[in-house]
């Protein structure tokens, strides 16, 4: 997985995980605090800058990651510009009924707001996501308070997720060599019994590991010992006050 | 003593009816290595799972320490701490991303501190050779380190047993030529070694002691030196005779070596082959 692959391989690996998540929350605050497409870009443009030049995650691999989540975005901010029933400017008049459907100022200003607030919290998550493996943002988070369930779950997830592709590609490889994919009736039937071959696969993991687990001593709790290392002050101060200073301006700026 | 670990005429059957394991008796000594011999299906990886309390015998019991286990959380605990299972599959033990998170999960169950659970996961990862791997994340590692990485969350609670269940599986030559000097050092101090395999050269090789299982049930417990009944433990089982066994003896037949106990190993033999010809330009 592309993502996880530059966790573990960025500049910033070894960058104290809460200074990377100082800043990554500072600047979501700062894009859900403010009033006006403004400081969200300015957010955009400070987490992708320092993501691309500080951490130097190449920006090709990047913009594709960006391109997922864009896409689900313009489609709903599309249905906040576009009004039923005439705007302020007119685009077309549906043939059924009659209807006006147009644009109008409120709804663009709207939607305008809602996408740059989404892609600064978007470039704000992934300053944290590209940069910090996941066991270390797990450790983050359990300090911040989250209840262990949550954190056991994330971190057995995140394992799983390895297993399973893994034996998704090696089926799929399987089913492939024996032209399971060679016409669409053959790729449907073969796609449905990988899902439901997956879904047994999985289960019967699952109990392989709660075997694994108990025979080292599993009781009620997963814990494992994480890895320590001093709060570096100097980098924490200024993530905060970068951080502190945009959220500075989503207060002040439009209201 | 009584032997450490040990099987009391235990039946075992799954959820499904098979019969897994019947009227088996079988006791480990302490201090030994032990080759637990048998085809897929034989019923070694159940008797593990019965040995680590994982699975309570449907009949008969199982004893560790002469003491008979009580499933209790505490016995079980103990148990556990004292016996260390090594699974067979690399993938269905480690729940973690990161290895050092992993090896840590075993001895801090057993409530140690932090400290102590820190020197353990260190020391478990320079045995298994993985301390320079450590910050690289499971699912970036090989098949083989994997299964290091599972040696290693088992050494860091160390138990007095510990069993593999077919540590060679899936490896490489050279990483199967490794695993014989590691076995050797997990049991110099004197630790109880068992491993489950179907390779018999290897068993022959690096055992004190040799149990066939066969269909649920013991066929031979023994030395290797007790070979003729060894082979034939092994021949019902077809899975062959050790190379060395069988090349020793037809290099007997033909006069070329002397002595009834078979070699052990491939050095051996040669060693016994030169042996016989410095005997023979003296003479």
Redesign the interface.
């Known amino acids: 997985m592309l993502p996880d692959r530059y966790a573990y391989s960025n500049r910033w690996r070894l960058v104290h995980p809460a200074v990377k998540g100082l800043l990554a929350g500072l600047g979501l605050v700062a894009a859900l605090a403010a009033a006006t497409p403004l400081v969200p870009l300015l957010v955009t443009a400070v987490m992708a800058g320092l993501t691309l030049l500080g951490a130097r995650i190449p920006a090709a691999a990047y913009l594709r990651l960006l391109l997922v989540p864009a896409g689900f975005l313009l489609a709903g901010v599309a249905s906040l510009a576009v009004s039923l029933g005439g705007g302020d400017v007119l685009l077309v008049t549906l043939p059924v009924l009659d209807l006006p459907l147009g644009l109008s100022h409120a709804g663009l200003r709207q939607a305008g707001l809602v996408l740059a607030r989404a892609f600064a919290a978007i470039t704000a998550l992934y300053l944290l996501a590209l940069t910090t493996p996941l066991t270390e943002v797990v450790g983050l988070l359990r300090r911040l308070g989250l209840p262990c369930l949550l954190l056991e779950l994330m971190v057995l997830a995140y394992r799983q997720i390895f297993t399973l592709l893994q034996i998704a590609r090696e089926m799929t490889v399987a089913q492939q060599s024996r032209l399971g994919y060679a016409s669409a009736v053959s790729s449907l039937r073969s796609l449905a019994t990988l899902g439901a071959n997956l879904y047994l696969r999985t289960h019967q993991r699952s109990c392989q590991l709660c075997l694994g687990l108990l025979a080292r001593g599993y009781e009620d709790e997963l814990c494992w010992l994480e890895r320590e290392c001093p709060l570096p002050a100097g980098q924490l101060a200024l993530a905060a006050a970068t951080g502190g200073a945009l959220v500075v301006l989503a207060l002040l700026v439009g209201r | 003593m009584p032997p450490i670990v040990e099987a009391r005429n235990v039946d075992f059957c799954y959820a499904d009816g098979t019969q897994a394991l019947r009227s088996l008796n079988l006791a480990f000594a302490r201090g030994r290595r032990t080759a637990l011999l048998g085809r897929n299906g034989a019923g070694k990886s159940t008797l593990f799972?019965l040995l680590?309390g994982?699975a309570r015998p449907s009949r008969g019991e199982v004893r560790f320490a002469g003491e008979p286990v009580a499933y209790d959380?505490r016995a079980l605990?103990e148990l556990?701490?004292r016996v260390?299972?090594v699974?067979q599959?690399p993938?269905?033990?480690?729940?973690?991303?990161?290895i050092?998170?992993?090896i840590?999960?075993?001895p801090?169950?057993?409530g140690l501190s932090?400290d102590e659970?820190?020197r353990r996961?260190e020391q478990a990862l320079a045995t298994v050779g993985l301390a320079e791997l450590a910050e690289?994340?499971?699912?970036?590692l090989s098949y083989g380190e994997k299964k290091r990485a599972c040696l290693a969350?088992?050494l860091a609670?160390e138990p007095e047993v510990l069993i593999f269940d077919e540590p060679a599986a899936g490896l490489d030559p050279p990483m199967t030529a490794q695993l014989l000097p590691l076995l050797d050092d997990l049991h110099a101090g004197g630790r109880t070694v068992i491993v489950a395999t179907h390779d018999v050269d290897f068993a022959v090789a690096w055992a004190d002691e040799i149990c066939v299982l066969h269909a649920g049930a013991l066929t031979f417990q023994g030395e290797v030196a007790k070979h003729e009944a060894l082979c034939r433990a092994l021949a019902e089982l077809e899975l062959g005779l050790p190379v060395v066994f069988e090349l020793f003896g037809a290099l007997r037949r033909r006069g070329l070596v002397r002595g009834e106990e078979p070699p052990r190993t491939r050095a051996e033999l040669l060693a016994r082959l030169d042996e016989n010809i410095v005997d023979r330009s003296c003479a």
């Open positions: 799972t680590n994982l959380r605990r556990r701490r260390g299972v699974f599959h993938d269905s033990q480690l729940f973690s991303a990161s050092r998170e992993d840590s999960f075993g801090l169950n057993l932090k659970v820190r996961v690289r994340p499971t699912h970036a969350g088992v609670m």
